[in-house]
């Protein structure tokens, strides 16, 4: 046995491998993308046999991953948890259908939330979707509750739920690996039977299937108040104050208690649905008050009958928002235990300190495009070709930071850049007062979901110009594949590639054009042309591929033509550069005298050579400028 | 607590701050790594996602016994912070008599001087990127500081594990690498063990 390191997610994926999942599918999304990642690193070092897939989206991978389930294999499924809300539509009905091979939904929840439009809570999903919940809390349980959430998705046939959250996908802890590595156990021959009146169950049928489900989670219920997964921690400590506590915040308040030197009982729940109430019951009879820590909402707390004792977020002693950082949970522990009558420390940070450095105003440091981006070159043309007055529907992926330069006005949901374009098109044009809208969305997320509003948009006859983003990579989680690329997940050859433009065309949109935003008069020429589309009388929908591959993605490409720059002494500061273009790059001197170029952050792109009017920034044709890297 | 028998800690709580692309998550994964390879029980909280397209990257790691990913506020016995800016955005995470390592070209100047004295906290500052690119690439100040750092006696990590652990886990420039830490560590020696708290002075 050695211990390695591993992610909280790198541990999921390990304890998929070594329980014989044969077929894992993701999308990748903040904080989950490393769990395929990891399946696949696993995969060849277990010389495991399995197939895992990058696929289009949420909904997509877990229905592949369900019919693997159905033929008898052990299947998982991973995203971030918005990425749920994609794939709502099967898991509420696989939560009747039922499963044949162990099936586990992994959705990484974010509390925070740190890189997410929401904090929603997936265990509440779980909850009305009627689907059980293991909640690790880190990463060495969640790789041990693999095991155990699959042998109880074979037992009940019923889809289960692992649920991490951020701080457990993104921690890492060293973990035991057998050396040498156990043998692959017999893979089963996969074989669906079928059975209509379970995975074709008509209304009827999914009556009886309803009924049958709640029969499930009642017997799942009292198997989960026998189970070691739900355990008290300093049983006899006090009998003034319980905790309740899942997920991370267990050992968050087990770090508190160390600091606020007290000693309370802690009832650790590692499965909150369905909770087992027996259990809960017998805890919190021992107690005058109880406090329940989760994140991010209220699942536990939700379900607990009588709740005249308890405090946690519904009654306010927890915030409803934000995550339950170190100094949270230890100032709502403080509250709860000093009204109890403890003696407890004082909180260990400084205040004047912080105060003090609260008082320098450190600049923050927003996240940005990357110097070289292409996205940075098309937001800056849009924005020139277009004015402020325009209406600029955005959507999710690196290029969601457009909203710097300005160029980014809206960010929903995935695919939503473009019904919002066609929902402003149609309002403003039934109350008149029409303005340009230009929206902008990434390869990957157009393949995801924006397929259906652009269908939806040519027929209804909307006007727009739609910019893809293609950088030919899913840049902000780590430069997974599409669809669009020549490979797989595993790095072997894709069967197809598929053409953004031939999709595009085959929706019916006339006016396509493909252009390279590093060509800045070109692409804004055809910006141009396409607005006139959109404005002429037998125009129409009019569609801007901006092809270019990601800097970070495919550094060579900048490299064959680098272009360094240098900003002659003229340079006034007068920070337009700074303003509507953005480069991390261009630094403006402390005392506000002019621009100079940071050669550690520069490539040699040569695109700020446009983003200043004055010309003060030039090519560097004898080598004193930035250097290309 | 008990001491843990190989790094003479009972639970090192080390804060790692700087900017997206300074390397933070690899270098504490480095001296993770090292504490595992010791036998110590680690966990570790990185940053992922958007943050690291050029915002602060912070890592939180837990040498020890807590399982808790998150180090308090007031809590860290050091802080090793690869930017000015940040390195002062994470001071409060000091505990009272815990040490800053930061680079700065400078020497660094604490605006909040007569607070850190009274809490006994320690900066010591060097030029560890110029010491970087002087050896061939900002890229390797990461290493430079982490040199720096194990010289001091809270941070008694050995030298002999840190270097092997660096050479299974860098992909390319180990000589470079190893070579940032050798620089590193050689200043930290000179200093002293952790008598001067004035700016560090090179050249």
Redesign the interface.
Known sequence: VS???L?GNEAIALGLVEHGCRVVTAYPG??S?EILAGVLRFMRRLDRRLYAEWSINEKVAFEIALAASWSGLRAAVAMKQVGLNVASDPLFSAAYTGVKGGFIVIPADDPGP??SQTEQDSRLMALVAQVPVFDP????EARAMVEQAFALSERFEIPVMLRPTT??C?????LPIDHPLPPDPPIPVARFHKDPSRWAATPRFRYRQHVALNAKLGQIEAEFAASALNYVTDAHASDRVGIIASG?AY??A???LL?LGAQVPILKIGTPFPLPQAAVSDFMAQFQTVLVLEEPAACIELQLANRDRVHGRLDGTVPAAGEL???VV?GVLAGVLIAAGYPVNP????A???A??EE?D??V??????AGCAHRSAFFAIKREFGPRAIFPGDIG?YT?GINLRAVDTCLDMGASISLANGFFQTHQLTGGAQPIVAAIGDSTFLHSGIAPLINAVHTGARFVLVILDNRTTA??GFQPTPAGPVLADGSRAAERVSITNLVRACNVNFVRVADPYDYAGFRSVLSEAYHHTQAADGGLAVVIAERSCVLDDPASLREHPMPVLITPECDGCRFCLESFGC?ALVLRPDGSRVDIDN?LCVACGQCVDACHKGYIVPDTVGTGSAAR | MTRCAHCAHSNLKVIVAGVGGQGVVFATRLLAQTAVALGCPVIVSETHGMSQRGGSVISHLNIGSSEAPLIQRGTADVLLALEPNEAMRSLPFLRRGGVAFVNAENGWRSAVTSHLERLDIQVLSLPAESIAIELGSAGVTNMVLIGFAIAHPLVLLPPSSIRKVLEDITRRDVALNLQALEAGLHLGKTIGSGAVSHPVQWR
Do not use: W
């Not at chain 1, 809390?137 to 060495?140: D, K, L, V």
């Not at chain 1, 440091?365 to 990357?370: A, E, I, S, Y």
């Open positions: 211990r390695e390191l992610l903040t904080p993308s740190h890189s809390a880190s990463p060495a701080r457990l993104h921690a890492r802890q060293d991370v050992y968050t087990r770090q508190a600091e950082s170190p100094e230890f909180p260990p940070a400084d004047a300190l912080q003090a450095i320098l450190l600049p440091r927003k996240p940005n495009l990357c690196c930071l902000m989680t991390p550690g």
